[in-house]
């Protein structure tokens, strides 16, 4: 059986976002920027999606710039309210140590040009309160940038509260909703979002392309210079056929949002039932306050790479963390942060779910895993060591 469950990686495209795209490359190729028939019908197109994406964010379409991706959304955001706080001599801003590496290595680089940032610590389960947040405002902050959900574990931050405490405060307010986008409810002005990215291929649309949106009056900074599309904030021309894929497969999502998320909680509880049964596992991430799609364990004494390896040759896709992480030995910042050792880190397996898998694969994945997991720690020298009473189990 052939299962992927590497959902918050990317996604398969759907066929809804497929045929949205298909006249925009075969038909209406036009470049929105020219003068003529063919132009002016692309950008006709781009006039709705931006219509689409804002009317299902819950704002104007003027503060919708489409962008390269959720990466590009989130340094486009974060870069322009640090240029922001710096005409007002505020250069201190606020994020968490769970955030995505987009967010992150963001904030290293203006930390080097002397900006102040506060990483706020993660709890246990995953989550970090509206409360904290308040308390590491400063007179010069100038940003906080919370992510809604996160990618690896799942966790989904009350982002409601934590915009109520920026708005009351002054300072703006950009999330990552990336994991969030399709599946969680967002609605920019009863959560006081005042900047926002998203990415097309997390909700089935296809890869390369995003939006962010900035609320109206925050002038942002370019990150490319040229031509004067997305109202003179990002040249380029306009990716028209993956912008219509996006708005079609988020309009989709949207729309079946609590069915789906119903169903694949259903899945994910499952999932979790039967993981739990392992001796020496442990649940990543709020069990509650989590993405419906999501399950995260670390298990004693094995490796997330061996684990992703014989799990492949099982047919199944999962993951040990972000695919921007794995590729690399270090263990995820993300276990880390919510206070994992180093050698229970790299036991990790993300399953990451969407509405198109089925109860025959969670069956078949509480087969494979628990099998695979034991003949891991079967040929392990420090699982051996821990069962014979030499060296302490870390997960009791
Ligand atoms: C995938 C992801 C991103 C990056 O989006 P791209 O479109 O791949 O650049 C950013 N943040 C989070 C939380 C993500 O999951």
């Known amino acids: 059986m052939n299962v992927y469950a590497d959902n918050a990686a990317t996604t398969k495209m759907s066929s ?3 045929e949205a795209m298909l006249p925009y490359m075969q038909t209406v190729y036009g470049n929105p920027s020219s003068l003529h028939t063919a132009g002016q019908e692309a950008a006709e197109a781009l006039v709705k999606a931006r219509e689409t994406m804002a009317s ?56 080097r040009e002397g900006y102040e940032i506060t990483l706020l610590d993660v709890h246990d ?5 509206a409360a ?43 999330t990552d909703a ?24 997390k909700f089935h649309g296809p890869k390369g392309v995003g939006a962010l949106y900035v609320r109206k009056g925050i002038l ?20 028209v056929p993956a912008i219509m894929g996006m708005a079609a497969a988020f309009a989709d999502a949207c729309a079946h949002r609590e069915q789906n998320a119903a169903y694949m909680a259903r899945l994910r509880d499952k999932l979790i039932a039967g993981l739990s049964q392992i001796p020496h596992s442990i649940l990543n991430g709020d069990r509650d306050s989590r993405l ?35 590729g690399s030995l270090e263990p995820s910042h993300v276990l880390l942060s919510i206070g994992r050792p180093h050698e229970i880190a790299h036991g990790s397996l993300r399953l990451s779910l969407c509405p198109e898998n089925t109860e025959e694969e969670v069956d ?19 699982w051996r060591d821990m069962v014979e009473g030499r060296k302490e189990f870390i997960i009791k």
């Open 16 to 18: 809804i976002a497929i």
């Open 56 to 111: 299902l964010l819950g704002c104007e379409p003027r503060e919708v710039y489409f962008t390269s991706g959720g990466s590009e959304a989130d340094n486009q955001a974060i870069l322009s309210a640090a240029r922001i706080g710096a005409r007002k001599n505020k250069r201190h801003i606020v994020s968490t140590a769970f955030e995505h590496h987009a967010v992150l290595h963001t904030l290293k680089k203006l930390e």
């Open 125 to 129: 389960n995953g989550m970090v309160s």
């Open 132 to 174: 904290e947040v308040a308390a590491a405002i400063r007179e010069d902050t100038c940003l906080v940038t919370t992510m809604y959900a996160n990618n690896e574990i799942g966790s989904v931050l009350p982002i409601a509260e934590i915009g109520a405490v920026c708005r009351e405060r002054g300072v703006l307010f950009h």
């Open 178 to 201: 990336v994991q969030a986008a399709g599946h969680l409810d967002i609605d920019v002005q009863a959560q006081n979002i005042d900047m926002l990215s998203l990415s097309a291929h």
């Open 220 to 239: 942002i900074t370019n990150l490319i210079e040229g031509g004067a599309q997305e109202r003179g904030k990002r040249a380029g021309t306009e990716n």
């Open 292 to 326: 419906p799609g999501n399950v995260n364990f670390c298990f004693e004494g094995i490796e997330g790479e061996s684990l992703l390896l014989l799990l492949d040759q099982k047919g199944i896709c999962a993951s040990s963390g972000s695919a921007c992480t794995s």
């Open 364 to 382: 078949y994945m509480l087969t494979a895993i628990p099998e695979v997991v034991a003949y891991l720690r079967n040929m392990s020298p420090v």
